[in-house]
């Protein structure tokens, strides 16, 4: 008895029994996983307590609607009540109940509140009911051009590896907006980026941008120092700026091979610590006082955390560098409203000050870039990231500890080329808990992360109906997937896409559920298809046309080898090296299986014309198929190859395509390897020349109006 009532409320919390895996049978979840689960889901939902008492009543405390679609509550009992619905928009509608209360088919898209007051006693406040009501849009936000047919193309790049002759050693703000007034007038229409949450100013190393600290703030670290004011105006700054050491660590940054995040971090915080007391000496009337100030106000008390979290954290890594996050700091530190949090705060109010200074700086100087790419007319511009989830010891879980659960880490199932499957690390949301929230921490983070932007790629986008949970000290095996609300999320997706004209695109590679892809589609969220992967049963690579336009098509991800990287098999000559393929037959597999995509790859080629004449006919193709180099030569991808690809991606049916920069400058080691922290210098490595001379050079220059005058014949 006791274990059919833990497997209902298992089942009734969202958590699955079984799942097809990635060899398409159904496998079985062990009953000690599901209940490890609901124990870390909440304290407050103990093992022994009835399903039924999962909900305090027959009425949610949030409903979400389509606008214009007929809805119906129903009620628990039978008495009458009076309902009045107070729009976002200062409208009221009401009318009368029983039984059941339909809803008004010409409710505004919006956050409206429902009340129900029973007639009999109307004057009863407990026997009133408040409910969130969210109406939303059938559909996300597309840009004009997209709804006119036209084919847009744009650069994804990482912002940290770029190179330029004014950046302290990493990408920055000052980088992206030049690099959005080169790519404007070649035809490009965004800068896709990697996620620019923040991540830790006391712990710069610790550089992954899909384990950030925080989803609602940036990382300070992309801030152009010489493009602040006060750091020009300041003796004292422009002292330091031009001191032989100083300059003498600026190169030796900028020629780094890896982006050394210390040393670059322990300047800009210099440069911006010296810069701060002129800031400081503005008066109360000035401009950007009365800017920084709107900033801090409208930022709230979510902002202020993130500030006292930084402040707090620099103090305490300084004095030992075992306190890595907020779950090994002293103990009285640990909770953000503890007296000792206050009385730090009390007592450092400058330092406080200092850390929302640099988020205001960080979060202008992308607005400004995003400013830029509008005066220059192009339809999205800015395309953003958003990481599926945060790490387990920074300010977001610190400041919001009631909605992650802290006992469990989301990751994979087993699959073909990860057996054990992946474990990221990242404390999975409560679906519960953000239900009982009214969504409000989802609906933050989407507002948060499209601001200064026309497009947000939602990393793992099926986390929006299901995430794998792996108990706390489990491997990644032992998991197991936990429901999302996935109709109400879409919906208020949709509803904060429209509100901020912000296309949505969603990263659905991996194991993709058939639940889950009907409703994307039908909800406006782009598909994210890499060409790599674009293959029919026959192994085929599929043509141009074939590829869905609601999507955007890519050849290579961050988490991908490069073009030359794949045709050299460079990626798994790498993991072989650093020791991911322990299984010697599997890895032979993987260099026979490489060897016949680069085979079908020309063979698509030629089939449809992207092969230059001199390599199209059939026996030169069939010779040069035989001459494919063993995986283990040194044998360099040609320049007539890279180009033929991009010429074959860039007609594709896709209303979106995304090129990186890496793949035009022929460069072959990755940027990152899934599954390696140590192994591997994942998120240091630099592009190999300056953004000046990339976009001075005549090859990339007629690669990259060659793809323009490709997407233009495909609209």
């Not at 730090?344 to 200074?357: D, K, M, T």
């Not at 992967?533 to 961050?558: L, V, W």
């Not at 180009?643 to 072959?668: F, K, N, T, V």
Request: aromatic share 10%; charged share 20%; with cysteine.
């Amino acid at each position: 008895m006791e274990n059919k009532r833990l497997n209902d409320l298992a089942t009734e919390a969202g958590i699955a029994s079984e799942y097809i895996n990635a060899y398409g049978k159904p496998q079985a979840i062990p009953v000690e996983i599901r209940y490890r689960i609901l124990e870390a889901m909440s304290t407050d939902i103990p093992v022994e307590r009835p399903v039924s008492h999962l909900h305090a009543s027959s009425l949610p405390n949030v409903k979400v609607v389509i606008q214009g679609q007929r809805v119906t509550l129903p009620l628990a009992d039978t008495n009458h009540y009076q309902w009045q619905i107070y729009t976002e928009q200062g409208k009221i509608f009401h009318g009368h109940c029983q039984l059941q209360l339909t809803l008004p088919t010409e409710l505004p898209q919006g956050y409206h509140t429902l009340q129900l007051i029973p007639e009999e006693h109307p004057e009863t406040h407990s026997r009133q009911h408040s409910i969130q009501l969210i109406v939303a849009p059938e559909r996300c936000y597309e840009p004009e051009a997209i709804t006119r047919g036209e084919k847009l193309w744009g650069a994804c790049v990482q912002l940290y590896t770029l190179r330029s002759e004014n950046n302290w050693g990493i990408g920055d703000f000052g980088d992206l907006k030049y690099m959005l007034q080169e790519l404007t007038p070649r035809g490009g229409s965004f800068i896709g980026l990697n996620p620019l949450h923040a991540i830790y100013p006391a712990m710069p190393e610790n550089a992954s941008p899909y384990s950030p600290s925080s989803r609602h703030w940036l990382n300070i670290i992309y801030i152009a120092v010489n493009q602040v004011e006060d750091f020009n105006y300041s003796d004292e700054a422009q002292k330091w700026w031009h001191s032989a050491e100083t300059q003498s660590k600026l190169q030796q940054v900028r020629q780094a091979e890896w982006v050394d995040y210390t040393t670059v971090m322990t300047l800009k915080m210099a440069a911006l610590r010296l810069a701060y007391p002129q800031f400081k000496f503005r008066s109360d009337n000035d401009p950007q006082q009365i800017a920084f100030r709107q900033f801090v106000t409208k930022g709230g008390k979510n902002l202020y955390s993130q500030a006292a979290y930084d402040a707090l954290h620099h103090k305490l890594y300084e004095e030992n560098n075992v306190y890595w996050g907020w779950p090994v700091w002293p103990e009285e530190y640990r909770e953000p409203e503890s007296d000792a949090v206050k009385v730090f705060c009390y007592s450092h109010p400058q330092e406080i000050e200092f850390f929302l200074w640099l988020q205001w700086l960080a979060d202008t100087q992308l607005a400004e870039c995003f400013t830029v790419s509008q005066t220059n007319h192009m339809p999205i511009g800015i395309y953003r990231d958003l990481a599926v989830g945060v790490a387990p010891g920074g300010s977001e879980t610190w400041c919001n500890r009631s909605i992650y659960c802290t006992k469990a880490s989301v990751g994979a199932p087993p699959d073909i080329l990860g057996p054990l499957g992946q474990n990221w690390g990242l404390p999975p949301m409560n679906p519960h808990v953000l239900k009982a929230q009214a969504y409000q921490p989802f609906i933050e983070l989407l507002r948060s992360n499209m601001r200064h932007c026309g497009a947000l790629r939602i990393d793992h986008v099926m986390s929006l109906l299901r995430l794998w949970w792996i108990p706390q000290g489990e491997t990644a095996d032992k998991g197991v997937y936990v429901h999302y609300p996935v109709d109400d999320l879409l919906a208020i997706l949709a509803l904060e896409s429209q509100r901020n004209r912000c296309l949505v695109i969603g990263e659905d590679l991996g194991i993709v559920p058939e639940a889950i892809v009907d409703k994307l589609r039908d909800r406006g969220v782009y598909s994210y298809k890499v060409f790599y992967f674009e293959r029919n049963d026959k192994g085929e690579y599929r043509s141009p046309d074939e590829y869905p336009t609601q999507a955007m098509a890519t050849i290579t991800t961050h988490d991908l080898p490069t073009l030359r990287g794949f045709w050299q098999s460079g990626d798994l000559t790498l993991g072989e090296t650093i020791g991911l393929y322990p299984d010697k037959a599997l890895l032979a597999d993987l260099y026979s299986e490489r060897k016949r995509c680069k085979q079908e790859l020309l063979a698509s080629l030629n089939r449809h014309g992207y092969l230059p004449e001199e390599l199209s006919t059939v026996n030169t193709l069939s010779s040069l198929q035989k001459s494919i180099p063993s995986v283990q030569t040194e044998h360099p991808m040609s320049t007539t190859i890279n180009q033929s690809i991009h010429h074959y991606i860039a007609h594709s049916a896709c209303a979106l395509l995304g090129l990186q920069p890496e793949d035009w400058l022929d460069m072959e080691r990755p940027v990152n390897i899934p599954g390696t922290t140590e192994e591997y210098p994942n998120w240091r490595r630099k592009l190999t020349i300056t953004l000046e001379t990339m976009f001075a050079d005549v090859h990339i220059n007629h690669l990259l109006q060659t793809i323009e005058a490709c997407r233009k014949q495909s609209s």
